[in-house]
Each structure stands twice: as C-alpha cells, then as structure tokens.
C-alpha cells in the first residue's frame, strides 16, 4: 500500500544550489500535483499534471520546473535555490479532477526543504 | 480576502467534547474536501462532498451551497483527533489542478 511516496523527507540546502524533489505513486492516477506549504498559509498549487507529457503551472511555478514522463513519477525541479522556497512540500495525486467527477486526492508525507 | 475562510484557527477542547469546524468561501465550487493534517505532516482527504451530509465514523461534514459553507464535526473528541483541519474547495469552471485550500483549523483535544 504505497500510495504516493516523497523522497527526501528533509533536505538542507546552499542558496544557489538544485536539486530534485521525487514524487511516485502506484495507484495509475492520471492527475498529480506539487503544493509547497509555508507556516500560518493554505497550500499552494506550484505545477500540476492530467497525464504524462502534460504539465502545467499552478499558482506560484515561479523558480521550479516539472515533467511527467511516466504515469508514475512527477518530479519537482529547483534550479537555483532561493531562501524563499524554505518550505514543506506535497506531492499529491488523483484518478481525475474533472467537474462533476472530482475525486479525492492522495498526499504524501511531505519534504521538508531548507535553504540557508 | 481569502477565497476560502475557516473558523476558528485554533481549538482547544476536552475528550468527549462536540467540535465544530467551519467552512466559507467565496468561489463558485463543484466540490468542497475536508483533509486532515497530522502533526507529523501527513495529509488525508477526509470527505469530498458537493451538497448535503457525510458521515465516517465519529466525523460528519456538512456542506451549504447557497449559503457557501461548510462544516465538519466530530462527535466524542479524543486526543488522537489532535490533528490541523483543512478545507478546500474545487472552484467550478476552474483549471484542472484549481483546489483552494483554507489555512486549516488546529484542533488540540485534552485528555
């Protein structure tokens, strides 16, 4: 029962630095998302995906990238690390988020990012 | 103003006691989901609900659409419901990603 797995669950990271966040699920769910939540807001939508080869920006997509080569995998990119993206970030998937036929969405533990 | 407002922010209650958590918003929806937060982190969707009343177990969630407003209960607390509640809507007509999310309700219950 994997569900949707996140590694690392904590990073420290360099300003300027990047790296790559994994998100991976098991349950052949079309939709997949990226959420970044910082102390005292609601989650943010960064990028999502409704298929492989099909992402596109949430919210604030400012400063990362994705891809969606495989159902199963939709890593998040952070190029060069900025102390504004210190936060907890979730990967979350879904069978379908279409009007009419939402369905919920499954999270991962989370990662936890610093950069100093 | 937030699209999507919960209330209260904090909650301290005693074991046994009848919670409330509540939902506005201000976003045509076609659906609302209650999550749940552990504090360890981990998010689990609790109920999805676009009209009427859902029940699990202990929690039951109520949803208004004419009047944009949601709520959740929890009926005979206990301490391992500690957990922060979040709220987010589907807003109707939206991108397919478009989940609002409140900044969630911490409820604290005392042995």
């Known amino acids: 029962n994997a569900g949707v797995t996140q590694t690392p669950k904590f990073r420290i990271l360099k300003i300027g630095q990047s790296m790559t966040l994994q998100c991976a699920q098991d349950m052949n769910h079309n939709y997949m998302y990226w959420y970044r939540q910082d102390p005292g807001m609601g989650l943010k939508l960064i990028y999502y995906s409704v298929g492989a080869g099909i992402t596109d920006k949430g919210e604030v997509p400012n400063g990362y990238n994705v891809s969606r080569s495989t159902t199963e995998d939709f890593p998040l990119r952070l190029e060069l690390a900025a102390p504004s993206q210190t936060s907890v970030y979730f990967c979350?998937?879904?069978?379908?988020?279409?009007?009419?036929?939402?369905?919920?969405?499954?999270f991962g533990d989370g990662t936890r990012l610093s950069i100093l | 103003k937030n699209e999507v407002e919960q209330s209260p922010q904090n909650l301290t209650a005693q074991e046994g006691e009848f919670i409330t958590i509540n939902c506005s918003y201000s976003?045509?929806?076609?659906?609302l989901h209650w999550l749940q937060q552990h504090p360890g982190g981990g998010i689990v969707s609790l109920f999805m609900?676009?009209?009427g009343k859902k029940k699990h177990g202990r929690l039951i969630a109520t949803i208004n659409i004419q009047e944009k407003h949601s709520s959740l209960h929890i009926t005979a607390s206990h301490p391992r419901d500690s957990a922060v509640y979040i709220c987010a809507v589907v807003n109707y007509g939206g991108s397919q990603g478009n989940l609002i999310f409140g900044k969630g309700t911490k409820l604290s219950v005392k042995p």
């Open positions: 976003v045509g929806i076609s659906a």
């Open positions: 609900l676009s009209s």
């Open positions: 979350a998937s879904s069978y379908s988020m279409i009007a009419g036929n939402n369905q919920p969405q499954h």
